[in-house]
């Protein structure tokens, strides 16, 4: 069925301008509902939210037009997207919705949501959520006897530290590490220097005084500089960075050096592998992640199974094939022994976990390949389908020519905003950035001569 509204993770765009108003909000839940509801039973949603001023709106709105189906509603206020996961499946809850545009900037929001089993909805279950939509308001509405009521859950914060920590080895503390992290000012501005602090690290918090418009502004996973900074400026062992609503993350190694994602799922797919738990014999990630993962894995005997972007695919397919480790380059580690989607916290703890048993330093532990030259580029369009223009199609196919046998070129809409990303990689740093400039400059002058042919 098709999608128009969810992209590649829920529903997300610019807060009180369609899709994200109040509105569609309360058409969502609705939808929603009814799409949930599996019998006689009391009916039961998790709401969590990341610190965004337009959080205040979309909770509320969801949480009418869920109470109005007869779904009762339990609120849990700023908690990271897995805690939002781990709560439904903990609290036998038949659905989770978190109200987060993760990295994006404050003016931003989304909706994520979650099935009973704690996993994101498929595409299929997406499209009849969607669908549903253009039904009347009223259809489905409850007697007022029926109407759901809404509650707080004050413990949330702690059922999720403590879940955070069982997933650290047991006999095993961070005594001895100083540790900074970067919350974003997000979600996990209470739990991660808790989690961190209690299991015996001296930690340095940063990016934890959210204002509703701070929230990912110049720090967080998608702009480590700061971290980088405070790494050095505090002589630390490492830094830890989380993004808005905590479910990937970036580390900086005590040399103010960053570690993305693809570092962190070789190193952890080793370690489990040479302690007998890696399943699939492999790591699934996306096709963005980059060429030197792949040819390191395939040196230790693993695999390396690629999908789309999104870490619900890389879910979708860990689940089918039986693997436990995969993720994305961007730092959505999900590790399935643990939880159902990317937690940024967790999947800190297990790096933390190889780092104490090896009794080595961070750079030494965490950068196990380099990485080959990877050039990504995003193009902003205004409408309109730019990679239908011929002369666009002709530099993909050029670039392809050029890179066939000693590297790769990945070109994709966003599911999440208006934008064509561009990514090639190889060998050759010089044809690498000469490809990815002849295809931008392509697709820009045909987005230019779209706009002119619009007017």
Known sequence: MTRKLFGTDGIRGTANIEPMTAETALKVAMSTAIQFH???????????????????????????????????????????????????????????????????????????????????????????????????????????????RASRLDDASGRYIEFVKNTFPRGLRLDGLKIVVDCAHGAAYKVAPKVLWELGAEVVAVGVK??????????????????????????????????????????????????????????????????????????????????????????????LVRTPVGDRYVVEHMREHGFNVGGEQSGHIVLSDYGTTGDGLVAALQVLAVIQESKRRVSEVCRVFDPLPQLLKNVRFGGGAPLEDDLVKEAIRDGEARLDGIGRLLIRKSGTEPVIRVMAEGDDESLVNAVVGDIVNSIQQAAAREQEAAE
Request: include cysteine; charge should be negative; aromatic fraction near 2%.
């Open 38 to 148: 599996r019998g006689d039973h009391r009916h039961l949603a998790v709401i969590g939210k990341d610190t965004r001023l337009s959080g205040y709106m979309l909770e509320p709105a969801l949480t009418a037009g869920l109470i109005s189906m007869g779904m009762d509603v339990v609120l849990v206020g700023p908690m990271p997207t897995p805690a939002v996961a781990m709560l439904t499946r903990s609290l036998r809850a038949d659905l989770g919705i978190m109200i987060s545009a993760s990295h994006n900037p404050f003016q931003d929001n989304g909706i994520k949501l979650f099935g009973p089993d704690g996993y994101k909805l498929s595409d299929e279950v997406e499209g009849e959520i969607e669908a549903r939509l253009n039904d009347p308001l009223g259809t489905g509405l409850v007697k007022p006897a029926a109407l759901g």
């Open 210 to 303: 959210p204002d509703g418009i701070n929230i990912n502004r110049g720090c967080g996973a998608t702009a480590p500089a700061m971290l980088q900074s405070e790494v050095l400026a505090n002589g630390a062992d490492l830094g830890i960075a989380l993004d808005g609503d905590a479910d990937r993350l970036i580390l900086v190694d005590e040399k103010g050096r960053q570690v993305d994602g693809d570092q962190l799922m070789g190193m952890v797919g080793r370690s489990w592998c040479e302690t007998g738990r890696l399943k699939g014999n492999g790591v699934v990630a996306t096709v963005m992640s980059n060429l030197g993962l792949e040819r390191y894995l395939k040196g230790i005997g693993l695999d």
